[in-house]
Every structure is written in structure tokens, then in C-alpha cells.
């Protein structure tokens, strides 16, 4: 089935930009006004971020995101075929900074969110370094599809570590210096052993593990924020937060990671993955010690 699925799709890969933009129109026609995908879901997380805009503003980036999302997928599969100098030319990244500390030796944790396209910002940074880049995903439950998203996500070089896996197999890959990508706006599994902050206003569960292990194995921390320049074209930019994460305190470095996601949502509100509901586990007192914002707790 693997074989099947990839030589379909990498047939599909092999189609220009041009045509696989035509699909995507349609596909959003689709996926947007006739199958509303999720559409309450994206509308709810829009009002909650921009209380402020108008019905019109909302419907607005929601059709906008939808476009979007459609076209990081389309251009997902692209990669399947696309040559390392197209690429280069469509996913551009400023590195110079996040280099000094490869070349100082430091280990790195690069943390973004889900901004598209999240899939060749991995890329980017893979291409771009000299020293191991460990890449942490979900696995995808059908086994097939599973595979070829490995497949397309380690052409540079990259080690998958499936998050379940994390464990048993950083200690060895630590053992030499590396870099750690971590999209660290997933929603936690066990929300009473989150941090709690607010997320554009509302509390919200952050994972534990990004600051944890910054803090705990002393790696330098970049956050990476992702701009669509236009059609298949985005730049990616590393701003060096730390050296030494165990040079912060308790949920701080936690705190910078949700100011710098929620500025580059602002900037760009439909480049967001609206469609996952960041707001799923609501607020409970029993979670008061996990509050990590300087903002006062939820009653």
C-alpha cells in the first residue's frame, strides 16, 4: 500500500505549481463551502483571538486560512519531487545567528508553532545546519501515509523521533552535540501536568517538556517564526532567546515562547492553524499551582 500511496502522489509531485495551485483552488471551494471542515471549530478559535474584529474580519481570515492550509498541504507533497535548488529559492531562512552557536558547540532546541508551513521550516533549519537535526512528530495512525511524511521530512538528513519514543532515544542522540525541533503549541496530553497561561486571553495547557529540557540539559533556545511571502515562498526567522536555558526561572522561558507565537499569529492571523481547538481543555482551580502567567489566576 505504501509503494501505491507514494508513486500516486509523487506522480501528483511532479505536477508545476501552477496546476497544483489550480487543484488547491478547488479543493478550498470543496473543503470550505461544501463540506465546511471544521469551519465552527476555526470561527470559535478566531473569535476568541480577535474579540475586537468584525464578522466580516473573521470570515475573512477564516477563508484565507483555508487557502493556506490547502496549499501547505499541496506543498507538502511537492516536496516529494522538488529539486534542493527550488527549494532553497522558496524557503529562506535567516541563520546567521542560530551558526554562532552551532559553531560554538552549543546544543540547540529550536521551538516554533504551527504557522504554515511548518514542514518546510523543518527543512530549512535541516538544510541549514551542520550538526544533527532531531525532529519531534506525532505519528500518524495510518501506517502508509506515516511513512511517507517520514520519508519527505528526513530528506535532509533529519532523525524522526516519534514523541513516544522520546525517551528511549535523546540519551543516545545527546551523547553529540545537536539540535532539537520542537512545534511546542501542541495540545498536552495530561493537562494537570501542564503549565497554564493565557493564550490570546483565554488559559490555556502548554506543554512542560520544551522549557524542562532546555532548562534541565543547559541547550542554547531559538524560536523560529514563519512568514508566507507568497504563494509557496516563506521566510523563516531565528531569534536567539538564551545560551543556557538553566539560566531562567520556572514557566519564563514557557512565557517568551507564548508573547513570541501570539505576536507572529497577529502578524499574520491566517498563517495559523485555526482548525485545532487550542482551547479544548478549559480552566479548573485544581490546576492553580501549574499557572505560570504573571497575569492574575482564573476565578
Known amino acids: 500500500m505504501y509503494y501505491i500511496i507514494y508513486g500516486t502522489l509523487y506522480l501528483f509531485s511532479l505536477l508545476p505549481f501552477f496546476i497544483l495551485y489550480a487543484i488547491s483552488d478547488f479543493a478550498f471551494v470543496l473543503v470550505y463551502h461544501v463540506f465546511g471542515y471544521r469551519k465552527n471549530i476555526v470561527t470559535s478559535n478566531l473569535i ?19 487557502k493556506n492550509l490547502i496549499d501547505n498541504f499541496i506543498e507538502t507533497i511537492k516536496l516529494l519531487s522538488l529539486s534542493e535548488k527550488e527549494f532553497i529559492k522558496r524557503a529562506s531562512i535567516d541563520f546567521a545567528d542560530a551558526k554562532k552557536l552551532v559553531d560554538k558547540g552549543l546544543n540547540i532546541q529550536f521551538h516554533s508553532g504551527h504557522q504554515m508551513n511548518w514542514e518546510y521550516a523543518s527543512l530549512a533549519i535541516s538544510h541549514s545546519l551542520t550538526i544533527p537535526w532531531v525532529a519531534i512528530y506525532l505519528r500518524i495512525q495510518a501506517k502508509p501515509i ?31 552535540q545537536y539540535a532539537l525541533g520542537l512545534i511546542a503549541d501542541q495540545n498536552p496530553g495530561l493537562v494537570k501536568h501542564s503549565f497554564w497561561l493565557n493564550f490570546f486571553g483565554k488559559p ?19 524560536f523560529v517564526n514563519m512568514k508566507k511571502i507568497k504563494r509557496g515562498e516563506y521566510h523563516f526567522t531565528c531569534k536567539v532567546i538564551t545560551e543556557d536555558g538553566s539560566t531562567y526561572s520556572n514557566g ?35 490546576f492553580a499551582k501549574k499557572w505560570i502567567d504573571t497575569a492574575a489566576i482564573p476565578v
Open 48 to 66: 476568541i483571538a480577535f474579540p475586537q474584529k468584525s464578522a466580516e474580519e473573521i470570515n475573512s481570515i477564516a477563508k484565507q486560512f483555508y
Open 146 to 176: 506515516d511513512r511517507l511524511f517520514i520519508k519527505i521530512r528526513s530528506r535532509f538528513g533529519a532523525t524522526m523521533v516519534e514523541k513516544h519514543n522520546y525517551q528511549t532515544r535523546m540519551p543516545q542522540l545527546m551523547k553529540s
Open 204 to 222: 490555556a495547557p502548554f506543554l512542560m517538556g520544551p522549557e524542562k529540557g532546555a532548562m534541565r540539559y543547559k541547550t542554547a533556545v531559538i
Open 252 to 286: 519564563e522561558l514557557t512565557r517568551m515562547y507564548r508573547d513570541f507565537l501570539e505576536a507572529g499569529v497577529i502578524e499574520d492571523p491566517a498563517n495559523y492553524l485555526w482548525s485545532h481547538r487550542r482551547w479544548k481543555h478549559g480552566w479548573d482551580a485544581a
